[in-house]
């Protein structure tokens, strides 16, 4: 084998002349001088058309290639300018990097497939860069990715949610397909105008072709889909319409746990602190305060999921407190709706609601207003048996993702490493098929 094709092969280069090899020993570096063959030659770094020289640019240029073991490899060549009739002035392409990276083809796949794997501090040592230089790095991958399939394909069913992914306030509207399980799309915002931006990559021809939409029943939402396709059933996701339960029984629960603290401060004498000397007279106000304030588990859980002890909880409460043991069965009583076929739970849901409407308990009057306002949505959830259950699992991996990687500067690297690790084709480490 020539020295030539050898270091080619060694340094993961095509259409690409090795002129020397140079190795720097006071930084531990080699150098390799290379340029691209004739046919790459005065390329438009955009748009690969072949162009006329302009000028001779800043003169020569370094791309960080990947290691050879422990030193570090770099590429060098001349980095002229030509003209293209369509980009005008820019630098011409090189065949071993991306056009204004400064890093070659395999550095960027080697970086991506670590990101997508690993921790930060172990992309970061490993590849001896920057995190912000991965967040750059992914982000340009996914760009070039995104041009080798089409994700919008065949969509029929998605799913819309939004997720935090910093503090004050920041967020991301995330769309999943239900069919593939992919992340489709994700940009910073969750408004109509963040939600408006996703149809319009969707483009108005397949935006009519969505039959479903599940969402978690946000206004804002359910405008925009109701606004770009209005012939999709809208799902409302079972999960949010039960959590809205979940809160209204909460709000029972301080309700009755405050009411009884204030009847142990009106009603029972003061007590020194340590354990109360034998024959103390009963606190019942101070009893009930401390079981209701214990019992939150017992009330949130789904009935075949409570331990024994939960069990006890829960009887005591019935007994004790029948306003809050009243809300827990309208929890539960919603919770059964969508448990049932079609039929049956169209005429459980309007008697849970006309329950709801009677039963005085103002958190629960106030959620059957919302339940009525969604009635339909809900039903063809149940009737479809769609619910944002994908959504809210690929909300996990988004936010497993950004603790992995100790969080992101920019918005868009953490999108970028997203969608390289659930939206499609992922990574592929240099020479693997």
Known sequence: MQDARLW?????????????IDLEDDGGFLIASVRPT????NRCGICQRRSPKYDQGEG???WRSLDLGTVQVWLQAAAPRIRCSKHGVT?????????QAGHTH??????????TKSSKTAVTELMRIAWRTVGAIITRVWADTEKEFDRFADLKRIGIDEISYK????YLTVVVDHDSGRLLWAAPGRDKATLRTFFDALGEERSAAITHVSADAAPWI??????????????????????????ALDEVRRTAWNDARKAARANEPGRERGRPPAGSPARPDSALAAGVKNSRYALWKNPE???????????????TDPRLGRAYYLKEGLRLVFKLPLEEAAEALDKWVAWARRCRIPSFVKLQKSIVKHRESILAAIEHGLSNGRVESMNTKIRLITRIAFGFKSPDALIALAMLSLGGPKPMLPGRN
């Open 8 to 20: 080619r092969t060694l340094l993961g280069v095509e259409k690409t002349v090795v002129e020397s």
């Open 38 to 41: 004739g046919s790459m030659r």
């Open 60 to 62: 020569l240029r370094r």
């Open 91 to 99: 630098v011409a392409a090189v065949p071993w990097a991306r056009h």
């Open 106 to 115: 395999d550095f960027d796949a080697q970086v991506a497939w670590l990101a």
């Open 167 to 170: 503090r004050g306030h920041k």
């Open 222 to 247: 359910a405008a925009v889909v109701a606004e770009r396709c209005p012939d999709a059933v809208q799902c409302a996701d079972s999960f949010h319409i039960i959590k809205w339960a979940t809160e």
């Open 305 to 319: 999921n409570l331990t024994e002890k939960q069990q006890t909880k829960l009887a005591w409460i019935v007994q």
